[in-house]
């Protein structure tokens, strides 16, 4: 599979009722490509009027009458399958947008789309299996339930896997029967227009899928508060959240899924093989430049292998310093931040690291001339009051802290607002079973990191959100359950 450098970029419209429309507003935005600092394109920029046509369109699409809410299960999900194979068709497009509108390197941006091509399959497998129950409830009653679609969902999506998570939103709530209004990140807002006309061949009755693009204060707010959205799910910050929960609670109660964000911990015990375990530790603090709200960025390490944990992963950083570059290249392994404002974000925090007390070990400046890489960073003697281990950094930057038992590195991993995953790793089932069974998080690895799957519920504890995706779990967030009563002569 090769990357296409200069993909054309076809859609820059915003997506309503299977039609690619201009703004009401007429307004447009830039899309920087944040490995080169150049403008990609200009896209429409949605506000509450877009929204107000892109719900009623949804509204629509689930009357009772209408062909979606109408459809045979089994018809809906092979319209499901026919969407994945069709992304599937064209992943080298897809994948080649989604880097230079994320800066992710190809391999990666490939990666996001099978994931999302994976999701989409799973839920349309789902379709036809979503069954009710009968219920014992005295001789003289039938007593049935069955799930029914939530309605309309709103889904706010993040930008550090802009197409992965539009593709799972959709499978969500399509799988489930609604119809989605869905609004892309204003910081990479390209990729998931292109699923506008997939669905469109796909044979998508209109309405169900429509697609915004536009800021979190307008867009965002306008299908948080929208009295005729039924139910929104958001990936993104803990403070966007609380605005999202609170919209909810002043309008119509909608059902809400939050997925936020983490200060995630790893575990390091003394019996871990150090040559396995410092790759896959970088790894899970580094992956998509750190840029992801599961990775581990609190690293616990044993005080017995501390000193040689440390020396090891400033080494396996320096020799990556030469994998950051150009995501087109087939051996860069890391991309640029995002954007220049999370580009001095994350140098911000490494100062503040520095100024703080912990030892730099490597890393800690800026990349290239051009574009928004920062060097993979490494700091030790962290302490937990550090802002570099208490508060999420969204980039390429590895606190190691030291701990002395078991006991104690859970009680410090747990001693945070955040609850959205955590690993351990370990040679000792036994320990790996303990520990993991008292870390506070929605997902633990052990010996391991993002290996999970669509068919494994993700989600956090605390402030990292409520709710969870993916399985059974996810799905059931999206559907009422219905119980009906029939009273027998």
């Known amino acids: 599979m090769k990357p296409i450098r200069n993909p054309k970029i076809e859609f820059t419209q915003l997506f309503i009722n299977n039609e690619y429309v201009n703004s009401v507003s007429g307004k447009t935005f830039e899309s ?30 689930v009357k009772r009458d209408a062909p979606w809410r109408t459809m045979d299960a089994v018809n809906r999900g092979k319209l499901m399958f026919k969407l994945a194979d069709l992304i599937e068709r064209d992943i080298e497009l897809i994948a080649s947008i989604e880097v230079v509108d994320n800066g992710k390197p190809f391999k990666s941006a490939v990666g996001d789309v099978n994931a999302g091509i994976s999701c989409i399959r799973y839920y349309a497998g789902y379709c036809d299996k979503i069954e009710g129950r009968t219920i014992p409830a005295g001789n003289n009653k039938f007593v049935y339930t069955r799930y029914e679609p939530v309605g309309v969902v709103g889904a706010i999506t993040p930008w550090n896997f802009p197409f992965m998570i539009a593709c799972s939103k959709l499978a969500h709530a399509l799988g489930a029967g609604c119809s989605l209004v869905l609004k892309l990140p204003e910081q990479t807002p390209v990729t998931s227009l292109y699923l506008g006309k997939l669905c469109i061949e796909a044979g998508i009755p209109a ?12 867009a965002g707010a306008a299908i948080s508060n929208h009295p005729d959205v039924n139910k929104v799910t958001f990936t993104g910050s803990t403070e966007v959240g609380h605005l999202i929960q609170k ?10 899924t939050l997925e936020l964000g983490g200060k995630s911990p790893l575990i390091v015990c003394p019996s871990a093989d150090l040559d396995q375990v410092v790759p896959l530790a970088q790894f899970a603090c580094y992956v998509n430049m750190g840029q992801t709200c599961c990775a581990l960025t609190r690293i616990f390490v044993h005080e017995s292998i501390y000193d040689e944990f440390v020396k090891k992963s400033a080494e396996l950083a320096r020799q990556t310093r ?17 954007d220049k404002v999370q580009f001095d974000k994350v140098l911000e925090y490494i100062e503040s690291g520095k100024k703080e007390g912990a030892k730099l070990e490597c890393g800690g400046g800026r990349l290239n001339d051009k574009g928004y890489f920062i060097e993979p960073t490494v700091f030790s003697n962290v302490s937990d009051d550090m802002r570099i281990a208490k508060e999420e950094i969204f980039g390429p930057v590895q606190p190691i802290i030291k701990f002395k038992t078991i006991d104690e590195a859970i ?25 993991s069974n008292a870390l506070e998080a929605g997902q633990v690895w052990v010996n391991g990191a993002f290996n999970g ?20 779990d996810g799905l059931l967030p999206f559907m009422e359950v219905k119980t009906v009563i029939v009273q027998l002569p």
């Open 32 to 61: 920087i490509n944040p490995a080169t600092e150049e403008v990609i394109c200009k896209v429409s920029e949605g506000d509450k009027a877009d929204v107000d046509l892109a719900v009623k369109a949804a509204r629509a699409a």
């Open 207 to 218: 309405g169900v899928v429509n697609i915004i693009n536009g800021f979190g204060e307008t």
């Open 247 to 256: 919209a909810s609670a002043d309008t119509n109660l909608k059902r809400v």
């Open 322 to 338: 030469s994998k950051v570059g150009d995501p087109f290249e087939e051996g860069t392994q890391y991309g640029p931040q995002v």
């Open 411 to 435: 009680d410090r991993a747990n001693c945070t607002e955040y609850g959205l995953a955590a690993g351990v790793f370990t040679r000792d089932v036994s320990e790996a079973i303990r520990v």
């Open 453 to 472: 799957t669509a068919q494994c519920p993700f989600g956090g504890y605390k402030k990292s959100g409520m709710g969870r995706e993916f399985g059974w």
